[in-house]
């Protein structure tokens, strides 16, 4: 927490504004807005536009067709690993927490 303070980051700013949980596999739109990557592919299965904001993400998405497909929107999401190095550095364990519980919920979705 002190390392956080001194360097201006609130925890709020670790969290995603979707899933109101640590970042995991973090994005940030071209907006500045960040998301887990999950969250932000859930959204734009229904929209290409912002949660937050509502700007177009149709130049980020850069979304191409394949055979007459378009593409996952999983694949035009990148983790923004400078952000994600910086939530590891600052909170190593909470996003240890955070690893354990995608691990789990991961697990569950694969026995159903």
């Known amino acids: 927490?002190?390392?956080?303070s001194?360097?201006?980051?609130?925890d709020?700013?670790?969290?995603?504004?979707?899933?109101f949980s640590v970042l995991y596999e973090?994005?940030?739109?071209?907006c500045g807005h960040s998301f887990c990557r999950?969250?932000?592919v859930r959204t734009l299965d229904h929209t290409q536009?912002?949660?937050?904001?509502?700007?177009?993400?149709?130049?980020y998405l850069a979304r191409h067709r394949e055979?007459?497909?378009?593409?996952?929107?999983?694949?035009?999401?990148?983790v923004d690993e400078r952000l994600s190095a910086?939530?590891?550095?600052?909170?190593?364990?909470?996003m240890a927490e955070r690893q354990q519980q995608i691990q789990e919920q991961e697990a569950a979705a694969a026995t159903l």
């Open 26 to 30: 973090p994005t940030t739109c071209a």
């Open 6 to 10: 001194s360097v201006g980051v609130e």
């Open 1 to 4: 927490a002190v390392l956080r």
């Open 49 to 59: 536009q912002c949660p937050l904001c509502r700007r177009c993400l149709r130049s």
């Open 12 to 19: 709020e700013d670790l969290e995603c504004k979707l899933c």
């Open 86 to 94: 910086v939530l590891f550095a600052l909170s190593p364990e909470r």
């Open 38 to 40: 999950t969250c932000l």
């Open 67 to 78: 055979g007459g497909h378009l593409l996952d929107n999983r694949e035009y999401c990148a």
